[in-house]
């Protein structure tokens, strides 16, 4: 059986983000035909969810994540220096020598026909030994992540505007010249490829996208809630935080205006004091927090609106909101990487006046709510199912192993 060493920074459970989703549910599926290592960093609450993970992999690593506090401070501090040195923050901030010394270990200990590295702040721990690894190297970006970090400068003000377009610059010459040194990656959208080949030329690259488990989601019934509305996302991410601020300054006004019985469920972990302090304002805004479960709330809602501004890659809470038939109203960076039609399978708008328009529109137009609950459903069920997406996923794998003779 075909080993595959797969190293992330974030431990794939439980799924509180979309990256977390997406490795957790390949895994799943993935482990059917591989033999699995999973070397991750885990926080001392997601240390009881390493059985979780062993179900699917034959071994499973785990080094504890410094908690807040001095680690923090000193982090930062290594930041700054990192940044006169011409080094983004964010590997600086991700660079943890335990799990070098772990990587060093399990490297020792087996040989590995595939070593597969989850986003770009993880590549620092194998680029470093790219000739001593006994192995092919695939680089899996989530994101291209300067994208993001320029539209959080532009969103930002001040010294933070200063500080994320530096490190949006550090940030693509560092993705740069990690395109040009590995041989094989796997984005989640064909605007991402363009910019990895444009890097390297050379790249042996594969556009796989997010998915959804279709069967999972139709595992639950609960009643659909008329007039109800929901926003989901780990809310510390700063993408969603800045849609969440959107949706409750500009967006929510015009729909209570023209549909005061409205309401809006805002479901997700860390929900920043300044969205909750926007949320109490705001009679039909209901907060939730971090659930167990997302089904029942995304099922129950008649409307799920993901307002991005900001992001890259192609957004799960979109493909789960069509598996549940919850019709979706998003912008386009909501929709990016994923094959939408306006008025087909989402209402698709860029401004607050465009997305509340979408929103009363669906919630009263009963024709067209069937219309697109079909037609995104069937989207789904036919292109990003896990099962799709993991044999697309598969197919890569024998192709490099092709490549280089194995």
Partial sequence: MTKLLIITMSFPYPLRAGGKI????????LSKEYSITLLSLVTADEKRFVP???????????????????HSLLHRLRCLVSMGMGMPAEMALKAYPALDRMLNRVLSEERFDLIQ??????LPYVLGRLEDINGNVLWVEHEVLHQRLFKRSEASKGFWRWFW???????????????RRVQNAI????????????WNPNLNIAVIPNGVDVAYYDAIHVEREPKSIIFTGWMRHFPNFNAANFLLKEIMPLIIQKMPDVRLYLVGDAIPDKIRFLAEKIPQVFLTGFVDD?????????????????????????????????????????????????GQHAWISQDAKG??????????????????????RSLVEKEYDWAVI?????????????????
């Fill in 22 to 29: 997406r490795v957790y549910n390949l895994i799943k599926q």
């Fill in 52 to 70: 979780e993970l062993e179900k699917f992999c034959k071994r499973v690593e785990t080094v504890p994540l410094a908690e807040r506090g001095i």
């Fill in 390 to 406: 993991a044999a697309e996923q598969m197919a890569f794998y024998r192709d490099i192993l092709k490549r280089h003779g194995q």
């Fill in 117 to 122: 590295v989850e986003h770009v702040q993880t």
């Fill in 294 to 342: 997302i089904r029942p709330f995304v099922k129950r809602a008649s409307v799920a609106i993901v307002p991005l501004r900001i992001g890259g890659g192609t957004h799960l809470k979109v493909l789960e909101a069509m598996a549940c038939r919850t019709l979706v109203v998003t912008t386009s960076v909501g929709a990016e990487g994923l094959p939408l039609r306006h």
């Fill in 355 to 376: 997305l509340a328009e979408g929103v009363i529109r669906l919630l009263r137009d009963m024709e067209l709510r069937s219309t697109m609950i079909t037609e995104a």
């Fill in 187 to 198: 984005v989640v959208s064909k605007e991402e490829a363009v910019c990895l080949c444009s």
């Fill in 165 to 179: 377009r530096r490190e949006a610059h550090l940030t693509r010459e560092y993705e740069a010249a990690s395109a």
